[in-house]
């Protein structure tokens, strides 16, 4: 990973670049701060009901009344119940549990009901998907790596390619950048809305299940119309992309922004303000930034926890820097913030997407290089060498000179890497991915130990894991 720069300036100042919910929320945290369990309900609640807050209180009276009435029960007993710390309970969640997102197992150690230590325990899904790509083209990697976090597809697919080219050499038209940087976002834009769709739907709140889903059907749906899948979709190649966007695609991204607009309005109104969604959320799972750089924590996560730091503003690529957008970042580093933090970049990620519709320049949707790009389908009917020459990069594959290279791109979940080492000719010889998921899974334990077990599931969601990218 890339080293991170120092955030405490980004942590002083993090209000000037924080989204206005992220004020809301702090003073929501200062109220809920002079609340104790059993005394009085939290204050913005107080005056809608006092079911249920009152403690029951010592009665003023003689006890020796109590043992008249019969309800004096201490010598019922024979010894009083004895609480050792050696006698805990190990159990395993997963690696079937639905909300471990994937096969994951999780060892628990618990005492009564806390949580003295957890154990992350991968391997489960384990595809091999970096010693396959020994095996296959330049050509074929795209369809290979697209699979890893098969809920951002286009990102693996955008850190494979950069990295292709970058040994090769080669720099691409401009739309073809411009195109790249509008399904990456779109795809972030998809990413965030399944994550807000599974969080709420592990802490209890089952209708953001299906409005989540609603809104990301719509971008899938564009998705099939550009690529022809509505995942794993090999559309980012080394070169370009695959096809030019279709016709009235300019149509089909308003209407979806609107769509996916409206639709994180709903979620906001349902969630910020929701005193069980604020209680399972608000000081759980809390991550220091101190802990975020040792255990390579980046993305979301990360800023969520006060650390400034993205790829799209630290290290540009594919022309990200020409695009108006900011970063937010969080102060605590809990659960609510990684939720307000992914709902303020959504936002941002339709702010890029509206100038890219603004800007799409024209030209060529991929590389002209003769070394990488077949030649035009009118042309190979009318010319044998040109018939020779798709041949040989469909069977072959590209060449590719010796060298070696990393690209890193800003997934949804944090830097996306491709490691790559040629020895010349048309396959890597060696190639390592640097998966943001496995990171995040790999702090699960500091996450979430001496915390209830009740917390265990929204720290665990609001990672946002996919075991596919851990387990590659």
């Not at 309800?71 to 004895?82: S, Y």
């Amino acid at each position: 990973m890339t080293e991170t720069p120092d955030t405490t300036e980004a942590t002083e100042t993090v209000d000037d670049q924080t989204p206005e919910t992220l004020g809301v929320a702090d003073e929501r945290r200062r109220r809920h701060e002079i609340w104790v369990s059993g005394t009085e309900e939290r204050m913005p609640f107080a005056a809608a009901t006092n079911e249920g807050a009152q403690e029951m209180l010592p009665r003023d009276e003689d006890p020796a009344l109590a043992i008249q009435r019969g309800i004096a029960v201490d010598d019922d007993f024979l010894e009083q119940p004895r609480i050792v710390d050696e006698e805990r309970q190990i159990i395993n969640m997963g690696p079937q549990h639905p909300s471990t997102h994937g096969v994951l197992r999780l060892q628990i150690e618990l005492e009564g009901e806390t949580v003295r230590r957890v154990k992350p325990i991968i391997g489960y899904l384990h595809t091999g998907m970096e010693k396959t790509a020994e095996t296959l083209t330049y050509t074929q990697g795209s369809t290979n790596v697209t699979r890893m976090d098969y809920l951002s597809p286009f990102f693996n697919e955008l850190a494979f390619s950069l990295t292709v080219e970058q040994l090769l050499g080669i720099d691409l038209p401009e739309r073809a950048d411009a195109i790249r940087i509008l399904m990456t976002e779109l795809n972030r834009v998809a990413s965030h809305l399944l994550f807000t769709a599974t969080m709420g739907m592990d802490i209890g709140a089952l209708s953001m299940m299906i409005y989540g889903w609603r809104e990301r059907e719509v971008v899938l749906d564009f998705f099939e119309k550009v690529t022809g899948l509505r995942m794993n979709h090999n559309y980012i190649r080394p070169g370009g992309v695959a096809a030019d966007l279709p016709d009235g695609w300019q149509d089909d991204v308003v209407s979806l922004m609107g769509v996916v607009s409206a639709g994180v309005d709903e979620y906001e109104e349902l969630l910020n303000e929701n005193p069980i969604f604020l209680d399972r959320t608000l000081g759980v799972g809390v991550l220091t930034p101190e802990e975020c750089k040792q255990f390579g924590i980046t993305g979301p996560i990360a800023r969520a926890s006060g650390i400034e730091w993205d790829l799209r503003k630290a290290m540009p690529y594919s022309g990200i820097d020409k695009y108006e957008f900011d970063v937010p970042t969080g102060q605590h580093g809990d659960v609510f913030d990684r939720y307000i933090v992914r709902v303020a970049e959504l936002r941002e990620s339709l702010k890029i997407i509206e100038q890219v519709l603004d800007t799409m320049p024209t030209g060529d949707y991929r590389t002209t290089d003769p070394k990488v790009t077949p030649p035009p389908r009118k042309r190979i009917d009318e010319s044998m060498e040109a018939l020779i020459h798709h041949f040989k990069l469909f069977t072959s594959g590209i060449e590719v000179p010796p060298g070696t290279a990393y690209q890193s791109v800003e997934g949804p979940r944090g830097e996306i890497g491709c490691h790559l080492v040629s020895k010349g000719g048309t396959r890597p010889w060696r190639m390592h991915w640097r998966a943001p998921s496995f990171a995040a899974v790999q702090a699960l334990p500091a996450m979430m130990s001496d915390s209830l077990i009740a917390d265990l599931i929204a720290a665990l969601a609001s990672t946002d894991p996919v075991l596919g990218d851990v387990d590659r």
